[in-house]
């Protein structure tokens, strides 16, 4: 099957940066659309930043301008570099691969188990 594992979370003071990385292995022909996602205690998983195969991108309202996502389709491996950091910006954040697993098989999106974000006033 597909493994997706996140990386780079930790502790930063705010006005900081981070790196996260996600590495997708396993039975993987093409992988189509990679994104982040983020979800603070108490509050639903939201969408913090998508790439698309082509590398079409798409952030959150509250990340524009500070959030940037980049993949490297030869490692199947999805970055987003994160500047300029608020406490807000607190959470664990999910990788989610759109994985397509042969040229007749349609994709099927697997999630990493998270890497927890924080960020110091």
């Known amino acids: 099957q597909v493994q997706v594992v996140e990386s780079g979370g930790g502790l930063v003071q705010a006005g900081g940066s981070l790196r996260l990385s996600c590495a997708a292995s396993?039975?993987?022909?093409?992988?189509?659309?990679m994104a982040w996602y983020r979800q603070a205690p108490g509050e639903e998983r939201e969408l913090v930043a998508g790439?698309?195969?082509?590398?079409?991108?798409h952030f959150a309202d509250s990340v524009k301008g500070r959030f940037t996502i980049s993949r490297d389709n030869a490692k199947n491996t999805v970055y987003l570099e994160m500047n300029s950091l608020k406490p807000e910006d607190s959470a664990v954040y999910y990788c989610?691969?759109?994985?397509?697993?042969?040229?007749?098989?349609?994709?099927?999106?697997?999630w990493g188990k998270g890497t927890l974000v924080t960020v110091s006033s």
């Open positions: 396993g039975r993987i022909f093409t992988i189509d659309a």
């Open positions: 989610a691969a759109t994985v397509v697993a042969g040229p007749r098989y349609f994709g099927m999106t697997y």
């Open positions: 790439i698309s195969d082509g590398g079409s991108t």
